[in-house]
């Protein structure tokens, strides 16, 4: 069984960056990172392939967000710059989704633990 362990999580004040990292026990295909704040329901935040080259982002947070994959395929960064409140959520981690459903969090069906992330002044 294949899993996904998540680390980087904290607590920043507002303008700060974080790196989040994500390793998979197992070499998978699609990963992604979502989010999830209080009472809101789990978004995309940002997904890469399989080999690395090609990646999406949630369109609020380009520019901001960058993820990166290295060259073993089984872990996943997400670069978070110039962090605001509203970033403030639980990241969770997902793999396997088929690349034309990755916004879709129904679609993953690996996911890990999740690391809070607070951005607060």
């Known amino acids: 069984q294949v899993e996904l362990v998540e680390s980087g999580g904290g607590s920043v004040q507002p303008g700060d960056s974080l790196r989040l990292s994500c390793v998979a026990s197992k070499t998978v295909g699609a990963m992604a990172w979502f989010r999830q704040a209080p009472g809101k329901e789990r978004e995309f935040v940002a997904a890469?392939?399989?080999?690395?080259?090609?990646?999406e982002y949630a369109d609020s947070l380009k520019g901001r967000f960058t993820i990166f994959r290295d060259n073993t395929a089984k872990e996943i960064d997400l670069q978070m710059n110039s962090l605001k409140s509203e970033d403030t959520a639980i990241y969770y981690c997902?793999?396997?989704?088929?690349?034309?459903?990755?916004?879709?969090?129904?679609?993953?069906?690996?996911w890990g633990q999740g690391t809070q992330v607070t951005v607060s002044s």
């Open positions: 890469v392939d399989w080999r690395g080259r090609t990646a």
């Open positions: 997902a793999a396997n989704a088929n690349w034309g459903e990755i916004r879709f969090p129904d679609r993953y069906g690996l």
